[in-house]
C-alpha cells in the first residue's frame, strides 16, 4: 500500500496528539510530535537563561546557541517509551510542565527558529509514512500532505481535559491558569506573522468538543482509509 503523509493541526490541548499517536501505531507510521520540538528549544531556553523578566527572549542568544540544540525523538531504554530527547537527555516530562507551557508560544514566533524546525520536520517526512502534528504542518511543513485535519474544541473544554491530565501527573496547577494559557497561546498562535495557526484550505474540520476518544480514532481511521 502507498504511503502517504499525514498532517494534524490544531489548537492547544485539542488531543490531537493521542489521536495522530494512536493513528499511527495501528497503521504502522511513524509519528512525530512537532510541537515538543518547540517546547525543547523553549526548555533550552529556560535554562540558560534566555529570558528577561518581562518575559521578552534574548533573540542574539539564541540565535547564536541554535546549532548547539539538539532534538531527537527516542526510545527511552528504562520505561521502552518514544520521549523528546534534547541534546542526549530525556526532557519528555520536563517540556510539559505549566513553565514550558507559558514561554512556548513566544518561541514559536520566531522566523529563525521556525525554520530551523520545519527542515528538520521536511526531512522526517521525506519517506512518507508519517503523522505529524501541531499547528502548520499543512500549511507550511507538508503543504502537499495526502490527508489533513484541522482539530479544535472549545477552550472550556480542552482547559478540562489539560487539567485534568496535568492533575494525574501530579503537577500544581489550577483550573484557571491553564484556561488562561490556552487562551493566550490560541492568541498567540493564530495571530503570529509567520505560518499562523489556520485550517488549510483543503484540510478536514473535526471539532471534538463531545466526541470520545474512540470516536476520534474511528473517524480517523476512516479518513485514512478513504485517502489510501
Ligand atoms: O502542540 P503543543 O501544544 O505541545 O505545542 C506547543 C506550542 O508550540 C504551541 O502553542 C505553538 O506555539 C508551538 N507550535 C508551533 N508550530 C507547531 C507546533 C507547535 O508553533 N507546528
Not at 484557571?176 to 478536514?204: F, M, T, Y
Request: charged share 30%; hydrophobic share 35%.
Amino acid at each position: 500500500m502507498k504511503k502517504i503523509i499525514i498532517a494534524i493541526d490544531g489548537f492547544s490541548s485539542c488531543g490531537k496528539s493521542t489521536m495522530a499517536k494512536d493513528l499511527a501505531k495501528e497503521i504502522g507510521y511513524i509519528y512525530i510530535d512537532s510541537g515538543a520540538m518547540y517546547r525543547a528549544v523553549t526548555l533550552y531556553c529556560l535554562q540558560h537563561g534566555m529570558f528577561n523578566a518581562d518575559g521578552s527572549i534574548q533573540e542574539e542568544t539564541l540565535k547564536q546557541q541554535m546549532k548547539d540544540i539538539h532534538i531527537s525523538f527516542q526510545l527511552d531504554p528504562a520505561s521502552q517509551r518514544p520521549a523528546t530527547y534534547l541534546n542526549g537527555k530525556n526532557v519528555e516530562e520536563e517540556i510539559r510542565t505549566i513553565e514550558v507551557s507559558s514561554h512556548v508560544s513566544p518561541i514559536a514566533t520566531l522566523g529563525f527558529v521556525r525554520e530551523e524546525m520545519v527542515r528538520q520536520q521536511q526531512a522526517m517526512g521525506k519517506e512518507k509514512g508519517i503523522v505529524m502534528d501541531g499547528r502548520d504542518i499543512g500549511t507550511a511543513v507538508f503543504p502537499h500532505a495526502e490527508l489533513k485535519i484541522f482539530v479544535t474544541a472549545s477552550a472550556q473544554i480542552r482547559a478540562e481535559r489539560r487539567y485534568k491530565e496535568l492533575k494525574e501527573k501530579g503537577q500544581d496547577v489550577s483550573f484557571e491558569e491553564i484556561l488562561k494559557n490556552i487562551e493566550d497561546r490560541d492568541r498567540i498562535d493564530q495571530s503570529r506573522e509567520i505560518s499562523p495557526l489556520r485550517k488549510a484550505d483543503d484540510a478536514l474540520l473535526l471539532d471534538n468538543s463531545h466526541m470520545s476518544i474512540a470516536e476520534q480514532k474511528e473517524w480517523l481511521k476512516e479518513q485514512f482509509n478513504k485517502a489510501t
